[in-house]
Structure formats: C-alpha cells, structure tokens
C-alpha cells in the first residue's frame, strides 16, 4: 500500500511527493502499522518505491528523535 | 410535525406553479390572490375552499376527467373543470350552485351504479356524502364491474378492478412520479380498465412496487394487504426510511402499537411524497421470526448461545473486555459504527471508543463504500459531502452518472432524475453494464461509455483532456475560485496526449469519439450534474477518481449553484451521518484530525477524559491485527462484515482469533456466527434520533412503538459505557445532539426544536447559516480556493490472465438491500430469491452455460458457486453479481486489493473464472453446517 501511496504522489516532484508520503501515513496509519512499516524498512525494505523508502526513513528518523 | 391526525394533510388538488406574477379574482365571492397559471382548484384550495374533486391530487398533472371539480365562471359558457382551468385577473368563479350540485350527484351516481365496491376508503366516499348521493336511481340490475377480478399478486398490495372508477390517478403516478409507464388504460368506453404492462398480473409486469399508484388510488382498488388484514390505521408519526441514502420522509400508520403501513410524507423534502418498494412496503423484518429479542453470551464460539438478562449480558461484555486491555493494552480493542442507526447512536459508539476504551479504534462501513468520497471530497473542495440537495436535478441541463445505478439504489431520487431527463436534459453514463437508465422509456442516454472495470480514472483524465486542449475551461471560474497555480499544474499534466482520448480508448475499450463527444457535451451542454456511487469509490483508485471528479467540475465551473455539482449517491440511510459523527479513526466529528491539538483539547474538556492524538485502526488493520495477536476484542453495532467486508476467508479469521466480538444486531447475521455477545438491536420504528442523507440532510427517525427487545440502540451503548466505568447519563437522544452540535461547528445550529420548526436540516448549519445549507460552495470553496489534484491513471494490481479471464463486478438490486439482512426477511425475496451471476451470451456460450445453470465463480481469493443469468447488459470479459445473500457470500472470492488512501476494498474489479458446476461449493455447504452449530440457543431456564 505504501507504493500506492507513492505511486498517487509520483508526479508532485520528488520533495513534494516524498512529503505527502510522510504526512499521509502519520495522518492515517495507526501507530502499530508504521512501525511495521519501518521495521521492514530496517530490514531492507524489500519492494518498496525509492519515494516510500524515503517517506519511511524519515517516519523512522520522527520515532528515533523521539525515543 | 410529530404526530399527526390521519389524513390531515390538505390535498391542494393539482401541483404548485413557480411564478413571480400574482393573480387577483373571486371564488364564491371571495377575493382570492394567486400565483399566475395555478388552477382555480388549487387557488380555491389554498383559500380553504374546498372543491370536490376524485381525479385531481396535488402530486399529479391535472387531468380533466372526474367532472366532480367543475365551477361556473361568470361571463363563461358551461361548466368548467377547475383542475384544468388557470386563474386569471378578475375572474369570479363559483364552486357551489344548484347546476353545478346537480351535475356532481348525477356524476357520483354514475360511479356508484358502475363501481359498487368502490368503498368508502378515502376521496370516493367522501364525494359521494358531499354529493348528496344515498342511494343510486339505476338499482342494481343493469350491468356493472362488480363481478370484476382482483389481482392480488403482488405479496403488498391487491388491486380490485371492481372498485376501479377508471380516474387515471394510478397510471399518471406511474408516469409522473415514478417513471417506469408500467401502467395503462385499455380497452373503450364502459371496458376501460386499467392494465399492468400488456394486460398482466402487476406481479409480472414492469411494475417496480414503489406503491405511488396506491398512494393516490381515491377507491379501494389499490390498496395496501397490511390495511386489508390489520383495519384502517388510527394514527401516523413522521419519521424516516431506515433504507437507502435518499431518506425519504414517512408517515408510519398506526393501529395502536401496530404499524398498519408507512406512506410517504407529502412534505419530506428528500422525496416530496414518494418511495420505493423497500421503504414503503418491506418492514416486516421488524417483526420476523428470525428477529433477536434477547442478549446472549458464550465462552466460546464452539458453545451454543446462552440467553441471559441485559445486567448480565452488558457485564460479560465489560469484563471480557476489561480483561482483554488489563492483558493486551488499548490498542487490542476497537468498535464499529453502523450507518443503519442514528447520528446519536453512532456518535456514542465512537465516543465510548474514544473515552471509555481510550483508543481510536473505531470505524464504520463507509471503510468499504464512501471513505473516498471523504478523502477526495475535502482535498479539493474542503467538505466530505456531496455539494447539491437532491432538488438540484431539477435545474441541471447535462447529468454525468458515473458508477452509479439510481434506479435501483436510490430509486426514489433516479425517479426524480429520470422526470428531469424527460424533460429534455442529457444524460451520459459511464458504466460498464447497460445500467435500466442508459435506455428506458422516453430516456435514451445521449453517450453511454461502456468502460472496462478498473479504468474509471483514464476515462476522466480523457474527458478533462478534452475539456482543456480545446478551450473548454470555465477560465473565469477556475481563475476565481481556484487555486492557480494547482490548475496550471493540473492543466499541463491533463494535456499531455497520454491522457488523450485517443491513448486512453485502449486501455479503457470507449471509442476515442466517445470520450471527445461526452466531454464536449459535459463542459459545453449547460448546467452540468454528477451522481455518482460505489463503482467510483469501491476501486485501488477510488480517491483519485472522487479527485478526478472534482477536478472536472472546476474546471468548467460546475459548482456552487443550483443544477451542477459533485453527488456521491451514499448507499445506506445513514453514511453521510456516521461518517460525519468522527466514525473514521482518524477524525474527531466534522471531520477533524485527532492530532489537531485545539479540538482535541474541546473534546476532553467535555468528555473528560484524555484523547489519543495518533489515528487508530481501520476495520481492514483491525482484522489484519487480530490475525496477528495485538487486536482481541471488538464492539460491532449494526454491521454484518463477514458478508459486507471483503476476502471472507480473511474476515473470518480475524473474527476467530479475536476473544471477545460483541455484536450488537436484529438477527444473527453471519459475523455473529463469531461472536461471544450478542445484544439485540432495536429497528428504526423503535427509537428517537436522526438520520443524515446523501443531501446532508438531518431528519428526525421517531419512535412509533416500544423496543421489543427492551432498550433502544443508544441504551444499550450507554448502558455498555457505564459498564466500563465510563459514565454516559443521557436521558433522551436530544441530549446527545445537544452534545454534538456544541462539539462539531457544522452541526452547531443543529438542535431537535429546530428540526421541530424546519422539519429538516442540511448541513452545514450555524451562524452563518442558520438554517442549513441546501447547496455548498457558493462563491468560494469551504476550504477556500478549490485545489485541482493531479490524478495519474494507475492500473490496478489485479489483472485477468489465463486462468481469471474475466472480470467481476459487484452490485445492488431494487427489492435488496446492503446484506439484505433486513429485506431477506420480508415479501421482497419474491422479485430476488438468489444472487444471480450475469454473463454475456458470448462469454456463456465458450463455457457451454446455459441460462440458469449453476456456476462456479472462483478467484485467487476463493470460490462459490451461484446460477447463470445470461444478458446482454454485460459486456463480453465481464461478469456481475450481487451480495445480498450469504448463501452465495459473494466476497469470499473478492479480493485484498483496495484504495490507495482510505482501504476502501476494490469490489468492483476481481479476475475470476466462470465454470460450469453442479451446485454449491463444499465451502458453501460447510459454511451453512458452521452456521447452523454456532446459532444454536440454549433458552432460559424456566424460574
């Protein structure tokens, strides 16, 4: 789903879509499913789009500064 | 406005006249002012002069043919009739002398000598006493229709010809009202009847039972079966259809605490006096046998039901769910929220999520229909909710109707559109089936683009691609009303030629000239229109497409005025209303994200209790958790998601994995089967509230009767609340309003007296607009300036192949509805005993299918099997089924796919295959064994 996402903000601009990424799974996903996004992420992050991968770094980056 | 005295509604005899120009004249030396072109009967009437009249009703084209309505007009020869005579200045009109009471008592002596059994239900009986007329001078012998032959096929209404005085009212309610013509007068002279279709049973014909013939029947020809078993109702309580997304206001007839029929509310203004057959007739499952009236419990699934007292019921439920979070944490709980009960209810539900289970977790079936509309709807205008009330068709020149199906999903409003595309207006429809509107009688849609399932987003693109390489834009409108710069970025995007109508033909299977043709007529026709429904929303772009909508109707200036706009058509009575009550876990009410500190901080003030600012699970999370171990228990109010949801085989193991699933319903319906609490439900005829249609507007459901199974739905969330330790003191569901209009900004001048005074309210309604808002968006954008989107056509992951070559829909019939739990279990089974599978000739003749044939529908999800119905509204690759019945259970072949924002599920395209079987599957034959064990009841013991 996260490619989903991607692909809907893929023509916004990489800065642009990487944000509406990141800002859409912090609007809509449960906490539970964010962090399941970014453990795959930290395990790889097998299969998802360069713009997800990203978005999703930077949700990790959000839950490391605040631990 | 509550209750009302039977037949207190004046009947003004024939339909109002819009006109700015007033009339002055006299009726029976009274000076009377009226609107130019009214009839000297209604003009009489709204003088509370009361002409005598059988043919005329206020709801019907004058029609001339009774001779009761006659008058003298000084200065003019003979004796008119006054339904079909217009006012003009200066006129002096007498209703009553001794020519004119002569000519009526001979008129009703004809009537009677022909129609003995014409009875005394309504109009007849009444003109014959004002007419004088005791006894008939004919006598009895001479030849008569009292021998004529009742036709009671249809399992609501019998239709006595003996009774028929041949007035028309039925056939004009048929054509005017309804739309379908299925009604006609044959035969000559005395031998005038009135037939269904081509001399039928009204059973078979093309009569659709909206009932609007038996509405305005002045005999007892038409009349309802309830009236004939139960007597003639003593009193009538307004309230409203608990059915679709229309809301049609009724009156529920009485006899005591006995519902004799419900017949729509002349002033409702949804359906202005109309309905259809579910509304009108179908609400017997109230008191089917099959109706839960206990609570129960279990440990376990495998254990049979036990019936408890509610005080034990509603302690089991806390203390499992006590239990579940001491163990597991808040977030192993959620609920869901029905939008079949009221804004009360659904607004408690969520609350007692929200501040007794301190979680998020809640959510409500708009996961599975409308969720899209809300997401895409308040990006681009700023509001989830359609822009137009329904009154709206009636100023639209071109309407788009787009995954949609009016006449048999809201039928009461497709009768409403259809009086609008007779009258001239142009239809387009884009739809892969050859949907009753694409071509009906005296409709023809000027462009039917026959899509491929899944390609709704590429056929927009293609239309605004026309719309903007050919200079189609509404300049003056976008540049006004919209943000510039996304436009200008949209418009670059929208004219590369990947979004031509050209590229798109063979991805989408419209002809090029198609597309070019149906854009040119959208942007250039006049007032243009959108309805749309699920298959719009119910696809992995369904967002996009709600996005895509929008976009197309800035662009050429289709917004903010009667005739245009943007109308999700909401699939059941109440979507509108949960999703606006903060159902989605994401959103407090009106829509506001629970991270937005400053609402949050009004909610706990009220509440007081502290809210999680992180948005909580979504139904499809929720069964993916609980599948995974962190989700263990969930509170569900009237909703069926075993049937409903998608991926059935998912659904169900979520639900078994879960400790404790509470289901709050009328009937144990399939997710019950994994229950360990069940607290029945109360109908709509049993409790106050109010419902929200697809127009926005808030209407009163009240309560007619007692709740047979002991509390209303709210009790038993308040009652389950308390259980929690969270307190709910609510004494009346007009304190619940209270609590919402002072939370929620678009409800804030929503209060039960002024529901009283308005008799309806559209939201938004608050200072700034004190009375409600019938159209949105009038001269700016409630988000300010409008936001075009960029909506890139992305094809969806599921895909035909060699062994799914075909595509399934899903959809809906007139006489079903939702999981048809309730319309199961009423006479309307007769017109859909099954889910049909229907397939093209071509399709069904490579498979060696015949008509009728049972069939195996299998996907990579599942497999069930069902019986053919081949057709042509189908086009070759794609078949189409309903899920009104569990027995087919239409979802478990459906599949995980679903929208890029809101989950909702991608009903509307699975790859399948269609083979030939000999009957149900094993999994079908295995599901109905479970169910049978899992239903069983241990009763009380006797004290």
Redesign the interface.
């Known amino acids: 789903?996260a490619n989903?996402?991607a692909?809907?903000f893929?023509?916004?601009g990489d800065a642009a879509a990487v944000a509406g990424i990141e800002d859409?799974l912090?609007?809509?996903?449960?906490?539970?499913?964010r962090g399941q996004i970014i453990a795959h992420l930290r395990a790889g992050g097998e299969g998802l789009a360069p713009a997800a991968r990203e978005a999703v770094a930077r949700l990790d980056q959000g839950v490391q500064q605040t631990s | 406005m509550i209750a009302m005295a039977l037949g207190s509604d004046i009947d003004l005899g024939t339909p109002p006249v819009s006109s700015d120009r007033m009339v002055d004249l006299t009726i029976d030396g009274r000076p009377v002012t009226a609107p130019e072109g009214a009839s000297i009967l209604r003009a009489a009437a709204l003088a509370g002069i009361d002409i005598p009249k059988l043919c005329a009703t206020d709801s019907l084209e004058p029609f001339g043919s009774c001779r009761l309505c006659l008058v003298e007009i000084e200065g003019q020869n003979g004796t008119p009739a006054s339904c079909t005579t217009p006012v003009a200045d200066g006129m002096a009109v007498a209703t009553h002398s001794e020519r004119l009471d002569r000519l009526r008592h001979g008129v009703m002596e004809l009537y009677l000598s022909d129609h003995p059994g014409a009875g005394i239900k309504t109009a007849i009986g009444e003109a014959a006493r004002r007419a004088g007329v005791t006894e008939v001078r004919y006598g009895e012998g001479g030849a008569c229709h009292a021998e004529a032959k009742a036709d009671a096929s249809n399992p609501y209404f019998t239709f006595h010809s003996s009774a028929c005085i041949v007035c028309s009212r039925c056939v004009r309610a048929c054509d005017e009202v309804q739309g379908t013509l299925a009604l006609t007068i044959a035969g000559r002279g005395f031998a005038s009847h009135v037939s269904a279709s081509q001399e039928e049973t009204f059973l078979g014909s093309e009569c659709v039972s909206c009932g609007a013939c038996v509405q305005v029947c002045p005999t007892d020809a038409l009349i309802e079966k309830s009236v004939i078993a139960a007597g003639a109702p003593e009193r009538s309580v307004v309230t409203t259809c608990a059915y679709c997304g229309v809301g049609c206001a009724f009156e529920a007839q009485m006899k005591g605490d006995q519902l004799v029929r419900m017949t729509p509310w002349k002033h409702g203004k949804a359906n202005h006096g109309h309905s259809c057959v579910k509304g009108r007739f179908a609400w017997g499952y109230a008191n089917h046998r099959e109706r839960m009236l206990k609570p129960m419990v279990r440990e376990a699934i495998t254990d049979a039901w036990r019936e408890v007292g509610w005080d034990e019921a509603i302690a089991f439920a806390a203390d499992r769910f006590r239990t579940i979070q001491q163990t597991y944490g808040r977030g192993s709980l959620g609920a869901i929220t029905s939008s079949r009960c009221t804004n009360e209810e659904t607004y408690l539900v969520q609350k007692l999520a929200r501040a007794a289970l301190h979680t998020n977790n809640v959510d409500t079936c708009a996961r599975v229909c409308h969720s899209p509309t809300g997401y895409g709807l308040k990006a681009a205008f700023g509001t989830s909710a359609g822009t137009q009330d329904f009154d709206s068709v009636d100023h639209s020149d071109v309407i788009l109707v787009i995954g949609a199906n009016p006449t048999d999903a809201h039928p009461v409003f497709a009768s409403r559109m259809k009086r609008r595309l007779r009258a001239g207006a142009k239809l387009i429809v884009i739809d892969p089936r050859g949907i009753d509107l694409v071509r009906m009688p005296h409709i023809s849609a000027t462009h039917h683009l026959a899509l491929t399932p899944g390609t709704n987003v590429a056929v927009l693109n293609a239309l605004a691609h026309v719309i903007v390489t050919e200079g189609l834009v509404d300049e003056a409108f976008v540049r006004d009303r919209c943000d510039l710069a996304a436009f200008q970025a949209w418009a670059a995007f929208i004219a590369d030629p990947v979004n031509s109508p050209e590229a798109v033909e063979t991805v989408c299977s419209v002809p090029a000239a198609e597309l070019r043709a149906a854009a040119r007529l959208y942007a250039t026709g006049g007032a243009a229109a959108i309805y749309y429904g699920l298959g719009v929303t119910e696809h992995s772009q369904g967002t996009t497409t709600v996005m895509a909508i929008a976009n197309l109707a800035m662009a050429t200036g289709n917004l903010g005025r009667p005739g245009v706009g943007v109308n999700p058509l909401r699939g059941q009575n109440n979507v509108q209303g949960a999703c606006d009550m903060g159902s989605f876990p994401h959103e407090l009410s009106g829509y506001r994200h629970v991270s937005d500190e400053p609402t949050r901080r009004l909610f706990e003030s009220l509440w007081g209790v502290a809210l999680d600012p992180e948005p909580g699970l979504r139904i499809p999370n929720m069964i993916d958790a609980a599948i995974d171990g962190s989700f263990r228990g969930i509170y569900i109010q009237g909703e069926d998601i075993l049937q409903s949801d998608p991926d059935t085989h998912v659904v169900a193991a979520g639900l078994a994995a879960m400790d404790c699933v509470i289901v709050q319903d009328l009937f144990l319906n399939e997710t019950a089967s994994y229950a360990h609490v069940f607290f029945p439900g109360s109908t709509f005829l049993e409790k106050d509230g109010t419902f929200t249609n697809a127009e926005r507007r808030i209407q009163r459901v009240r309560k007619v009767m007692e709740p047979r199974n002991g509390l209303a739905d709210w009790e038993i969330t308040q009652r389950f609340s308390n259980a929690l330790d969270y307190p709910m003191t609510y004494g009346h569901p007009r304190e619940i309003m209270t609590e919402i209009a002072a939370l929620t900004p678009t409800f804030a001048g929503v209060s039960y007296d002024k529901l009283e005074e308005l008799g309806s309210i559209q939201w938004p309604c608050n200072a700034d607009a004190p009375e409600g808002t019938p159209v949105m968006h009038i001269g700016h954008f409630a988000r300010g300036a409008g936001e075009f989107m960029l909506t890139e056509y992305v094809p969806t992951e599921e895909r035909t192949g060699v062994r799914f070559p075909l595509l399934l829909t899903t959809g809906r019939v007139l006489t079903q509805y939702n999981v048809g739990a309730q319309t199961r279990r009423t006479e309307n089974s007769i017109w859909h005993k099954e889910d049909r599978l229907e397939i093209h000739p071509h399709d069904a003749e490579h498979r060696g299918i015949a008509d009728g044939d049972w069939v195996k529908l299998a996907s990579r999800e599942g497999e069930t099997s069902l019986r053919s119905l081949i057709t042509e509204r189908v086009a070759p690759g794609v078949i189409y089924t309903t899920f009104h019945h569990p027995s087919t259970q239409a979802n478990v072949v459906t599949t995980e796919h679903s929208d890029w924002a809101t989950n909702c599920p991608e009903y509307k395209v699975t790859a399948v295959q269609v083979t030939l079987s000999k009957g149900p599957t094993a999994w079908q034959t295995a599901a109905e064994a479970q169910n049978r064990l899992a239903r069983r009841i241990v009763p009380v013991p006797a004290e």
């Open positions: 789903m989903q996402i692909a809907f893929r023509l916004q859409h912090r609007k809509y996903w449960d906490p539970r499913m």
